[in-house]
């Protein structure tokens, strides 16, 4: 029988366009409750597929216990009130019996400050690591999810048996591309803040840009992945 794979939340969809090269015997379905970043269908290998599914939303028929291998990363501003147990809910119903859900989420619980040369100033970052600690204490969680680090515990709470719990780190060669992509998100987070606070985040956020181009992107901001496996009882 052939292989049955869901990727929820696909985005661009990259992640299945690349599993299609060593699983072209496989069904591969992406899901996101916006597909506009994903290409064409004409496009996608032909194994391949992508629609629109909301997580929050009950789950269609056609796709109860469809699915073999459920893999979800990077959800942290999906989970709402810091508990992931309502979109664990939604995957136990995708699973077949006995099938496999991976997770994937960055865990901010583990963030660090790395520089090159202890000559460097890492103060805007620090500052701006603090008022992110600020922010999500008193507005918005999801900048500092804690649920993450506890992601094996709701596994357990759902029905899933734990296989694996992976706490990877990034490696050296690897920070300055990480921290870049901390800035869109910190941008992104900024742009949709209001009032003093808001403004307060932005001017920050601008100042910490200053100090790591001034580095020569020799200062890094680094959290570590969590990769928790857990399979559907039979």
């Excluded at 194994?47 to 796709?63: A, C, H, K, M």
Aim: charged share 25%; net charge negative.
């Amino acid at each position: 029988m052939n292989l049955v794979v869901c990727d929820l939340g696909t985005g661009t969809g990259l992640w299945l366009t690349d599993l299609a090269k060593s699983q072209p015997s496989a069904a591969l379905h992406g899901f996101d409750i916006d597909t506009s970043q994903a290409p064409p269908k004409e496009w996608l290998p032909s194994n391949v597929s992508i629609e629109t599914l909301d997580v929050f939303q009950p789950v269609p028929e056609r796709l109860l216990g469809m699915f073999d291998v459920v893999y979800v990363r990077l959800f942290m501003c999906v989970v709402k009130d810091n508990d992931p147990q309502p979109i664990l809910l939604k995957i136990m119903q995708l699973l077949k019996p006995g099938g496999y859900l991976q997770w994937m989420e960055l865990d901010l619980a583990h963030r660090s400050i790395h520089k090159r040369s202890d000559v460097l100033s890492t103060t805007k970052f620090e500052e701006m690591n603090a008022l992110q600690d600020s922010y999500s204490a008193t507005r918005d969680k999801r900048i500092r999810p804690t649920w993450v680090t506890a992601l094996n515990e709701s596994f357990a709470a759902t029905g899933l048996e734990v296989l694996a719990d992976d706490l990877n780190g990034y490696s050296h060669a690897g920070m300055p591309i990480f921290t870049d992509t901390a800035f869109m998100t910190w941008y992104e987070f900024g742009a949709r803040m209001e009032g003093r606070t808001g403004d307060e985040f932005r001017r920050n956020l601008q100042e910490a840009q200053d100090e790591y181009v001034q580095s020569r992107r020799g200062i890094a901001v680094t959290e570590n992945n969590r990769v928790v496996v857990g399979r559907k009882s039979l």
